[in-house]
């Protein structure tokens, strides 16, 4: 069975924790990108990412751009939206129905 992680700092994330998800507290860029190799080869269907962590990890994530799973999904941290979710979900929406619709 496939799981559902989220990655990110504690003040972040640790909400996700009492919807039963899988939590994963980094701090650091190379604790993110280690995190994020664990969980695709622990078969992870979907990982939330917060957008402050996603900067230095763009090689990673758009490996994964192409593919059904993982499911990488960039959520705002704590500080607040980088408005970098919703470039990710617009760029998916376009590619899926061929034009920009908003």
Same mark, same amino acid.
């Given at each position: ?43 992870? !269907? =979907? +990982? ?10 763009? @090689? #990673?994530? /758009? ?7 993982? !499911? =990488? +999904? ?10 970098? @979710? #919703?470039? /990710? ?14």
């Amino acid at each position: 069975m496939y799981k559902i992680a989220v990655i990110g700092d504690r003040d972040s994330v640790l909400g996700f924790k009492a919807l039963g998800l899988d939590v994963f507290f980094v701090e650091t860029d190379e604790a993110a990108r280690a995190t994020l190799h664990r969980l695709v080869q622990e078969e992870y !269907a =979907i +990982i939330y990412l917060t957008e402050q962590l996603s900067t230095p990890l763009r @090689a #990673e994530i /758009a490996k994964y751009k192409d593919f059904a799973i993982p !499911a =990488i +999904i960039l959520i705002p941290g704590k500080t607040g939206s980088l408005g970098l @979710a #919703e470039a /990710a979900l617009r760029s998916a929406v376009e590619r899926a129905v061929g034009a920009d619709i908003s």
